[in-house]
């Protein structure tokens, strides 16, 4: 059984990998987007409007990646800090920046344990960041630690319908469970890394526990004219226009 310092390290390792294969290459075209869209199918904030009026906020993305929410969020005029595990992903961030001329702060460190001072932000943001490749039970309440009383919560994960019906070897999820629901939230695929996937009774308990009042979750499809995406193979788009493919939360700390 690895702890959680070996564990860190198997999905460094690994999100070293994605950013050379896929993530690296991908950072312009994302940093470029006039518009933000949640997940594999592009589904518009602009529709979705989960995040409000960010203007003025001081916002967290925790598990950042190449940072592009973070970006998107300094254009609309918030004061973003984007925290990390992966250098070769922050590297990527950098270097937008610079191509891009925004300027705001990169953290190298594990969500799990962000080195920021308590009651520091207005927004905690996670687009298959922490919320993915973090314990729950240890992100959430970092989450909450470093939000202001009143402050708010987003991320975007997978389904619970996908994760259940996705092949043990990986590729497109199927139309029948291949999985029972009831202990697999922490999950490492072959080859891959560990990944938690709680349920949606799983993800309320610990929210609430640190504090949180779910305001909403919208479970995302594939819009009708969205492409199979290229590269994270977990679901068609047509898999994805019958059953949601993502969950996407908002919660707000009690005052």
């Not at 940093?31 to 904030?45: K, M």
């Not at 298959?128 to 708010?152: H, K």
């Not at 590729?171 to 709680?198: I, M, V």
């Not at 949606?200 to 305001?215: K, M, N, T």
Request: one cysteine or more; a negative charge.
């Amino acid at each position: 059984m690895l702890d959680s310092r070996d564990e860190l390290a198997v999905n460094r390792d690994l999100w070293t990998i994605v950013n050379a294969q896929f993530t690296d290459a991908r950072a312009h075209e994302a940093w470029a987007a006039e518009d933000f869209s949640w997940g594999l199918f592009g589904n518009p904030e602009s529709q979705l409007r989960v995040l409000g009026d960010v203007d003025g906020l001081d916002v967290v993305e925790l598990g950042c990646g190449t940072a592009y929410v973070s970006a998107w969020l300094a254009r609309l005029g918030a004061r973003p800090v984007g925290v990390d595990l992966t250098p070769a992903q922050l590297d990527t961030a950098r270097r937008c920046q610079e191509e891009f001329g925004l300027s705001f702060p990169l953290i190298e460190a594990d969500a799990e344990d962000v080195p920021l001072p308590d009651g520091s932000f207005d927004l905690a943001v996670s687009e298959y960041g922490a919320c993915v490749w973090c314990d729950p039970e240890r992100w959430i309440p970092e989450a909450a630690r470093l939000l202001r009383p009143g402050g708010r919560l987003v991320f975007l994960t997978n389904s619970v319908q996908a994760m259940l019906c996705v092949p043990e070897e990986g590729g497109h999820a199927g139309e029948r469970l291949l999985r029972p629901q009831k202990g697999t939230s922490r999950r490492q695929w072959p080859g891959g890394g560990f990944e938690f996937h709680p349920s949606h009774g799983e993800w309320i308990r610990v929210l609430r526990a640190s504090g949180f009042v779910v305001e909403a979750l919208h479970e995302l499809y594939a819009p009708d004219d969205a492409e199979t995406h290229e590269y994270y193979d977990i679901a068609t788009a047509e898999w994805a226009g019958k059953w949601p493919v993502e969950d996407l939360w908002t919660a707000r700390l009690s005052e």
